[in-house]
Nanobody, 116 residues
Framework: QVQLVESGGGLVQPGGSLRLSCAASGSIFNRRDMAWYRRAPGKQRAVVAVVTSGNTTTYVDSVKGRFTISRDNAQNTVYLHMSSLKPEDTAVYYC??????????WGKGTQVTAAS
């Protein structure tokens, strides 16, 4: 069964850090490019960071220098280390293959809130 389980979110003050984890079933993870997405209040889900099967990483401009995506192929896990968090980073964060659309299987996500 296809599964994606995100964890590690929470409430942090602006400037704080969090590390998100995503455990993926092998059918999604194996030899695939993987990504973290986020859905901010009132906005559509959008890609934040990508890690290819060859470990090349890319980021949207708004998180460059603050977020780091990585993967552990032995554990079928993708990570997102977030630092210098800003209120505009507040969103529900999801991981999935890259690309992934509305009709693909998604996990429940993990809520990240950066607020004083």
């Amino acid at each position: 069964q296809v599964q994606l389980v995100e964890s590690g979110g929470g409430l942090v003050q602006p400037g704080g850090s969090l590390r998100l984890s995503c455990a993926a079933s092998g059918s999604i993870f194996n030899r695939r490019d993987m990504a973290w997405y986020r859905r901010a209040p009132g906005k559509q889900r959008a890609v934040v960071a990508v890690v290819t099967s060859g470990n090349t990483t890319t980021y949207v401009d708004s998180v460059k220098g603050r977020f780091t995506i990585s993967r552990d192929n032995a554990q079928n896990t993708v990570y997102l280390h977030m630092s210098s968090l800003k209120p505009e980073d507040t969103a529900v964060y999801y991981c999935n293959k890259m690309p992934a659309g509305h009709d693909d299987n998604w996990g429940k996500g993990t809520q990240v809130t950066a607020a004083s």
